[in-house]
């Protein structure tokens, strides 16, 4: 029987990770570890960041614009939407326009913080887009009616969170007053859940954890993501890993020092957009 040789190995198409900024890290190293014969993409879209501040129209119109332009040059297998603000405005948006292509996206982990709490009280810690999407009410309507659940739109805890990611101090007071809001007390319960409703917060989770008022779960849904994408990618057995993949793209096209040596260090070259 013949050996196989390297001509005769699957070769994979890479994965591409999409956020609008380098919050979307949380998910792409869990994705890495389910999905090691696969290369990645990670498309980070600084010259947007934030989402917050942007008219709905404009930023969808961005959005669907952006990836014409990323699936033609690169014809990824998979997009993951490492975005909630993205794909909770632009998903259904992005499936009509490229109905060949499968999207992964992030929405609030409402419906498992409904299943876990024991208080009843929930937050959804999230940016302002977020917060006011039709999207996400529907999935408290849908999942968690029988619980109370505040929703926290934070206008400044993204920024904090990059500069965070980046290496930069970021003030115990300034976060404090981003996260106070999640924590609710009612006839003698208490908020038990939070759930972190932006790629980028997790990253700070320690900081939360430590500045909170009392101990509670802080949902990470980075683990989810990648479970849901790995289900929706085949396993090529006996794939090697792709040459030439693995890298970041950042759309303002000039990432600063700190970012590029981050980048480094999740092992990621950067490359020109």
Not at 161 to 184: K, T
Request: proline share 6%.
């Amino acid at each position: 029987m013949a050996l196989a040789t390297t001509t005769d190995l699957p070769v994979s198409k890479p994965v591409l990770v999409f956020d609008s900024g380098i919050g979307g890290l949380t998910v792409l190293r869990e994705a890495r570890v389910l999905m090691p014969e696969r290369g990645f993409i990670y498309v980070a879209d600084d010259a947007g960041f934030p989402y917050g501040g942007w008219e709905e129209d404009g930023l969808r119109q961005r959005i669907l614009s952006l990836f014409a332009q990323l699936l033609d040059t690169y014809q990824p297998e998979i997009c993951i939407i490492a975005c909630n603000t993205a794909f909770t405005l632009a998903g259904a948006d992005l499936r009509a326009a490229f109905p060949d292509m499968t999207f992964v996206g992030t929405v609030p982990a409402i419906k498992p913080a409904a299943e876990r709490t024991r208080s009843g009280l929930v937050s959804v810690l999230a940016t302002p887009g977020t917060v006011k999407r039709a999207y996400t009410r529907d999935l408290i309507q849908s999942f968690a009616s029988q619980c109370h659940v505040r929703l926290v739109g934070s206008e400044n805890l993204a920024r904090m969170a990059e500069s965070w990611i980046r290496g930069e101090s970021v003030s115990d007071d300034a976060v404090l007053a981003e996260i106070s809001p999640c924590f609710n007390e009612d006839q003698g319960r208490r908020t038990d859940i939070v759930v972190l409703a932006c790629t980028h917060y997790p990253f700070m989770a320690n900081v939360f954890r430590r500045l909170a008022p009392w101990p509670v779960d802080w949902l990470d849904p980075a683990e989810a993501i990648a479970r849901q994408a790995r289900r929706k990618v085949e396993v090529l057995q006996g794939a090697e890993h792709p040459e030439g993949f693995d890298f970041a793209i950042f759309t303002s096209g000039q990432p600063d020092f700190t970012t590029r040596r981050l980048m480094q260090g999740f092992g990621l070259k950067i490359e020109q957009y």
